[in-house]
C-alpha cells in the first residue's frame, strides 16, 4: 500500500466528509507507519537537548533518525489527524461522491469523482452559478434551483465529457 497517494485520496474524501471511506484507508496507512513511532521518543528528547534549532539536524544525524523516518512519523501524524474528520453523510451518484452546504442565499456542492481528470467549468445557467472540476475534484456554487437540477448539469457538462 502506497500511504502517500491513500492519504491523498483520504484528504479529498474528508473535504466531503465521507468519514467512512476515510477509515478504510487510514487504519492501513497507521497500521504500515506506526513502525516510525519509536523515532518520537527520539526525536523529543533530541528537541530537549539541544539550545539551538539548527542544531537538531546534526543532532539527529548521530541519532540515526533519517529523512525516511521523519516522513513516516510525519505521514502517520497525518493519518491520525484525518482520521477524526466528521461525518456528513456525502451522496453517492454513481461516479460522483458529493455533499451540499446550503448557507441560506447560495448553496455549495462539494464532489469526488474518482474517474475524471482533467479540468473543467461550466456555468449553470438555470441555477445562477458555476461548478469546476480539477483532478477529480467538483466545486459548484449557485443561488437557485434544487440539487437535481444541478446534478444534472455536472453530469452533462462536467462528468461526461
Not at 534549532?53 to 516522513?71: A, S, Y
Not at 461516479?95 to 467549468?121: A, M, P, Q, V
Amino acid at each position: 500500500m502506497n500511504c502517500e497517494d491513500e492519504l491523498k485520496e483520504a484528504i479529498i474524501l474528508a473535504w466531503i466528509g465521507d468519514r467512512e471511506g476515510i477509515n478504510e484507508i487510514t487504519k492501513e496507512c497507521i497500521k504500515e507507519l506506526s513502525s516510525y513511532r519509536s523515532a518520537i521518543k527520539d526525536i523529543t528528547k533530541i528537541k530537549e537537548e539541544v539550545n539551538r534549532e539548527f542544531e537538531i539536524p546534526k543532532k539527529l544525524r548521530e541519532k540515526g533518525i533519517t529523512h525516511e523516518d521523519l516522513l513516516g512519523l510525519a505521514l502517520l501524524r497525518l493519518a491520525r489527524k484525518i482520521s477524526l474528520t466528521s461525518d456528513l453523510n456525502p451522496k453517492n451518484d454513481g461516479k460522483l461522491k458529493y455533499i451540499i452546504i446550503d448557507l441560506g442565499n447560495k448553496k455549495i456542492l462539494r464532489g469526488y469523482c474518482k474517474e475524471c481528470k482533467g479540468f473543467h467549468y461550466t456555468i449553470l445557467k438555470d441555477n445562477i452559478g458555476f461548478a469546476v472540476e480539477y483532478d477529480q475534484i467538483i466545486y459548484a456554487e449557485f443561488l437557485q434551483g434544487d440539487e437535481k437540477s444541478v446534478m444534472d448539469v455536472i453530469k452533462r457538462e462536467i462528468i461526461n465529457k
